[in-house]
């Protein structure tokens, strides 16, 4: 390594002679002089930033919709089943076919199979039907 004594002190670089005065000039001369090239921007590139937004926000809408149709009830099930349960069963008891049921009872009573049946086990099951107890009475 070199000692600091061998350094010269003189400083090796030198401006040109006006430097500083013909530079404005020469950069005014070269660029005045040359004329620039129009570039044309295409439609896309005019409207990609834009294009880009309404991307993102139909993709925001559609996933919003999406999660809210999922995680919400439906409406419509609801209230159908509201509707079925406001029904009396009640009133679909006439609509049974009384024939079928005679034919049934009657293949009951041909069979030589007799249920075992006491009348405590009757009245029982008519009190836990909801039958009166006058009117059990008074088939007995």
Do not use: C, H, W
């Not at 919003?64 to 008891?93: G, H």
């Not at 076919?97 to 293949?107: A, G, R, Y």
């Amino acid at each position: 390594m070199k000692k600091l004594n061998d350094i010269p002190g003189k400083n090796p670089f030198k401006v040109p002679d006006n430097y500083f005065e013909e530079v404005n000039r020469k950069i005014i001369s070269v660029t005045s002089g040359i004329d620039q090239k129009v570039r044309k921007v295409s439609v896309y590139n005019r409207f990609r930033t834009n294009l880009l937004i309404a991307a993102s926000v139909a993709g925001l809408i559609l996933i919003s919709y999406t999660a809210i149709k999922l995680l919400t009830p439906d409406k419509r099930n609801s209230q159908v089943s509201e509707v079925l349960q406001e029904i009396n069963p009640d009133l679909y008891i006439n609509d049974i076919d009384i024939s079928s049921l005679e034919e049934d009872v009657s293949s009951l009573v041909l069979s030589d199979e007799v249920p075992d049946v006491s009348k405590k086990d009757i009245i029982d099951y008519l009190l836990l039907n909801n039958v009166e107890l006058n009117d059990i009475y008074e088939q007995l």
